[in-house]
């Protein structure tokens, strides 16, 4: 059985930073590649970015330069540090891979 495990959101203010953890089991962690999506309340689910088992990134054009993805494959976990974090960067952020995805973590960020 996968699961995908989140943790790290909360309640922040403009310009702070944040660090999201995935921990995953029952998949081949190494040989997977994982995203972060977000939604927003009333708006689309959207990816924000990616990590390839290989390592290759890619980011969301409103979160480049702030928001890093990295993977820690010992710890079958992935990161998603986002920093200089904006009121419109507020929602629920789920870690995926493949067909799966995990129960999603809040972030909420005051001006």
């Known amino acids: 059985q996968v699961q995908l495990v989140e943790s790290g959101g909360g309640l922040v203010q403009a310009g702070e930073s944040l660090t999201l953890s995935c921990t995953a089991s029952g998949i081949v962690f190494n040989a997977n590649g994982f995203a972060w999506h977000r939604q927003a309340p009333g708006k689309s689910r959207e990816m924000v970015t990616y990590?390839?088992?290989?390592?290759?990134?890619h980011y969301l054009n409103s979160v480049k330069g702030r928001f890093i993805i990295s993977r820690d494959n010992a710890k079958n976990t992935v990161y998603l540090q986002m920093n200089n974090l904006k009121p419109e960067d507020t929602a629920v952020y789920f870690c995926n891979s493949g067909e799966w995805w995990g129960q999603g973590t809040q972030v909420t960020v005051s001006s």
């Open positions: 990590i390839l088992s290989g390592g290759t990134t």
